[in-house]
C-alpha cells in the first residue's frame, strides 16, 4: 500500500472508530450503528438544509466512510475516491466540516484532511469552476476550502479571484492552505511557474516540500527569489540531490543577491546530512569556507547555526572548522542561553584544550553584556546557569574561578 493511500485508510479507520466513538460519548472505542447515526446527526444537524444525502448520492456521509474503510483494507481509499460519483463526492465534502470540527483535538485531523483534499482534487478535475460555484452557494467552508485548493494547484491566476471570494465569505483562515496548495503544484510544473506563484500568493515555506521535477531550472528560480526566505527549500534539497549546484550557487551566487547567499548554507548543510550523516556534512561545508571572500565568513559560519542544532553536527563543525575563530563563533553562539545541555555543551566537550573552552565562555559572557552593574537583575540566574554549564562542560574549579569573576565584575567607570 502506498504512503498516501495507507494515510487515507488509517484516518477512516480512526474516524469511525475514535471520533464517531467520542462523538457518542466512548472515545477510542469501535463505531457502532449508534455511531453512525451520531455522524450523520452531526452532519445534519450542522449543514445548511437538513439531512445526509442532500447532495444527491443516496448514501449517508457514514455509509461513504465506511465503504471506503472496507476499501482501504485492501489499499484502495484513495481509489474509493477515484469511483465515486459526483454527488457522493459532494457528500464526503459537506459531511468533512463537522468532523473536521469535531476533531480539533485529535492526532487523525490531518489524515482526515488528506482525505478531504483528495475528495476535493477529483471533484475539481471532473467538474472545474462548476464545482466552485457549487461549493460557493453551500456554505460549508471546508467544502468551499478544499476545491479552492484544488484550484490553485491547478491554475493558481485563474484560482485567486476565488481566493478573493472565499474570504469575503469565510475570512482569511483558510489562505495559507491555498497558498501550500499553489505552491506545491507549481513546483511540480517548473520554476517559472513557481516564480508567478511568489508574486500571486507571496512566499510559503515548509521545511520539507514535494521533491523539485527533473529539470527544474534552479537558477533562474533562485535567480528571482522575493528573498532568500524562499530559497531554503530548494537550497536544502541541492543540497542533498545535487551537490556540485549548491556549491556553485553557495560560493558564486547569482545577479546582484550574492551578499545573501551565506544565510542558506545551513540548509544545504541540512539536505547533504540527511544523505551522509553529519560529519561528512559537515566536512563538505567548511571545505567551501576559504574559498569565500574573507568579509562574507562570518555570516557563512553563522548560517550553519540554529537553536535546535544536533549534538553530533555541533562537534563536527567544532572538529572541521578550518579556524579557531570559526570555531569559537559556533561555540557562543550556541551557549548564548547557557543551558547545561544540548548542543552548546556538546561544541565545548568537542575543544579538547580547556583553555579553548574557558575562551569561548568568556566570549559568549562578553557577548551577553558582561560584566554589568551590581544591580543588574539577572545576576543571579546567570550566575547558577553558568556554574551548571561549566560544570557540564567539564572546566576546571580554576578555569570556572576566572569565568565567575567576570560574571562578578563590575564595569569599567
Given at each position: 500500500?502506498?504512503?498516501?493511500?495507507?494515510?487515507?485508510?488509517?484516518?477512516?479507520?480512526?474516524?469511525?472508530?475514535?471520533?464517531?466513538?467520542?462523538?457518542?460519548?466512548?472515545?477510542?472505542?469501535?463505531?457502532?450503528?449508534?455511531?453512525?447515526?451520531?455522524?450523520?446527526?452531526?452532519?445534519?444537524?450542522?449543514?445548511?438544509?437538513?439531512?445526509?444525502?442532500?447532495?444527491?448520492?443516496?448514501?449517508?456521509?457514514?455509509?461513504?466512510l465506511?465503504?471506503?474503510?472496507?476499501?482501504?483494507?485492501?489499499?484502495?481509499?484513495?481509489?474509493?475516491?477515484?469511483?465515486?460519483?459526483?454527488?457522493?463526492?459532494r457528500?464526503?465534502?459537506?459531511?468533512?466540516?463537522?468532523?473536521?470540527?469535531?476533531?480539533?483535538?485529535s492526532?487523525?485531523?490531518?489524515?482526515?484532511?488528506?482525505?478531504?483534499?483528495?475528495?476535493?482534487?477529483?471533484?475539481?478535475?471532473?467538474?472545474?469552476?462548476?464545482?466552485?460555484?457549487?461549493?460557493?452557494?453551500?456554505?460549508?467552508?471546508?467544502?468551499?476550502?478544499?476545491?479552492?485548493?484544488?484550484?490553485?494547484a491547478?491554475?493558481?491566476?485563474?484560482?485567486?479571484?476565488?481566493?478573493?471570494?472565499?474570504?469575503?465569505?469565510?475570512?482569511?483562515?483558510?489562505?495559507?492552505?491555498?497558498?501550500?496548495?499553489?505552491?506545491?503544484?507549481?513546483?511540480?510544473?517548473?520554476?517559472?511557474?513557481?516564480?508567478?506563484?511568489?508574486?500571486?500568493?507571496?512566499?510559503?515555506v515548509?521545511?520539507?516540500?514535494?521533491?523539485?521535477?527533473?529539470?527544474?531550472?534552479?537558477?533562474?528560480?533562485?535567480?528571482?527569489?522575493?528573498?532568500?526566505?524562499?530559497?531554503r527549500?530548494?537550497?536544502?534539497?541541492?543540497?542533498?540531490?545535487?551537490?556540485?549546484?549548491?556549491?556553485?550557487?553557495?560560493?558564486?551566487?547569482?545577479?546582484?543577491?550574492?551578499e545573501?547567499?551565506?544565510?542558506?548554507?545551513?540548509?544545504?548543510?541540512?539536505?547533504?546530512?540527511?544523505?551522509?550523516?553529519?560529519?561528512?556534512?559537515?566536512?563538505?561545508?567548511?571545505?567551501?569556507?576559504?574559498?569565500?571572500?574573507?568579509?562574507?565568513?562570518?555570516?557563512?559560519?553563522?548560517?550553519?547555526?540554529?537553536?535546535?542544532?544536533?549534538?553530533?553536527?555541533?562537534?563536527?563543525?567544532?572538529?572541521?572548522?578550518?579556524?579557531?575563530?570559526?570555531?569559537?563563533?559556533?561555540?557562543?553562539?550556541?551557549?548564548?542561553?547557557?543551558?547545561?545541555?544540548?548542543?552548546?555543551?556538546?561544541?565545548?566537550?568537542?575543544?579538547?584544550?580547556?583553555?579553548?573552552?574557558?575562551a569561548?565562555?568568556?566570549?559568549?559572557?562578553?557577548?551577553?553584556?558582561?560584566?554589568?552593574?551590581?544591580?543588574?537583575?539577572?545576576?543571579?540566574?546567570?550566575?547558577?546557569?553558568?556554574?551548571?554549564?561549566?560544570?557540564?562542560?567539564?572546566?576546571?574549579?580554576?578555569?570556572?574561578?576566572?569565568?565567575?569573576?567576570?560574571?562578578?565584575?563590575?564595569?569599567?567607570?
Open positions: 500500500m502506498s504512503g498516501s493511500k495507507k494515510a487515507v485508510g488509517v484516518a477512516v479507520a480512526i474516524i469511525l472508530g475514535g471520533c464517531a466513538g467520542w462523538l457518542a460519548g466512548r472515545s477510542g472505542e469501535a463505531a457502532t450503528e449508534r455511531d453512525t447515526g451520531r455522524i450523520e446527526e452531526v452532519h445534519s444537524r450542522s449543514t445548511p438544509g437538513g439531512g445526509p444525502n442532500r447532495g444527491g448520492g443516496g448514501k449517508g456521509l457514514a455509509s461513504l465506511r465503504e471506503m474503510e472496507r476499501q482501504a483494507a485492501g489499499g484502495d481509499a484513495l481509489d474509493a475516491i477515484e469511483r465515486m460519483s459526483n454527488a457522493e463526492l457528500d464526503l465534502l459537506t459531511g468533512s466540516g463537522p468532523l473536521l470540527d469535531a476533531m480539533a483535538w492526532d487523525a485531523r490531518s489524515q482526515f484532511q488528506e482525505l478531504v483534499r483528495a475528495a476535493a482534487a477529483e471533484l475539481y478535475r471532473r467538474e472545474g469552476p462548476a464545482s466552485l460555484a457549487w461549493a460557493e452557494t453551500r456554505g460549508s467552508r471546508h467544502a468551499f476550502a478544499g476545491l479552492v485548493a484544488a484550484a490553485a491547478n491554475e493558481p491566476v485563474f484560482a485567486k479571484e476565488w481566493v478573493d471570494r472565499y474570504t469575503a465569505l469565510h475570512g482569511s483562515k483558510g489562505n495559507m492552505e491555498f497558498s501550500r496548495s499553489a505552491h506545491h503544484g507549481a513546483q511540480g510544473r517548473g520554476a517559472k511557474d513557481l516564480v508567478e506563484v511568489n508574486k500571486l500568493y507571496g512566499e510559503f515548509e521545511p520539507w516540500s514535494p521533491g523539485f521535477p527533473a529539470g527544474f531550472d534552479f537558477a533562474h528560480y533562485m535567480a528571482n527569489l522575493p528573498s532568500t526566505f524562499s530559497g527549500v530548494p537550497m536544502r534539497y541541492l543540497g542533498a540531490d545535487d551537490r556540485a549546484t549548491a556549491e556553485k550557487m553557495l560560493l558564486e551566487g547569482l545577479g546582484q543577491k550574492r545573501a547567499w551565506g544565510s542558506l548554507a545551513g540548509f544545504a548543510l541540512d539536505g547533504r546530512a540527511s544523505i551522509v550523516g553529519e560529519a561528512e556534512a559537515v566536512r563538505w561545508i567548511s571545505d567551501l569556507i576559504p574559498k569565500l571572500p574573507e568579509e562574507e565568513k562570518e555570516d557563512f559560519i553563522t548560517s550553519l547555526i540554529r537553536s535546535d542544532l544536533p549534538d553530533l553536527r555541533a562537534q563536527a563543525l567544532i572538529q572541521n572548522l578550518p579556524e579557531e575563530a570559526d570555531r569559537q563563533i559556533v561555540a557562543v553562539n550556541l551557549n548564548m542561553s547557557l543551558r547545561s545541555t544540548g548542543s552548546g555543551v556538546a561544541a565545548l566537550r568537542a575543544m579538547e584544550d580547556e583553555s579553548r573552552r574557558v569561548a565562555l568568556a566570549n559568549t559572557l562578553n557577548a551577553l553584556g558582561w560584566p554589568k552593574p551590581p544591580d543588574d537583575p539577572t545576576r543571579g540566574d546567570t550566575v547558577e546557569n553558568l556554574q551548571l554549564l561549566m560544570q557540564a562542560a567539564g572546566i576546571s574549579e580554576e578555569g570556572q574561578a576566572g569565568l565567575r569573576k567576570i560574571v562578578a565584575d563590575r564595569p569599567s567607570p
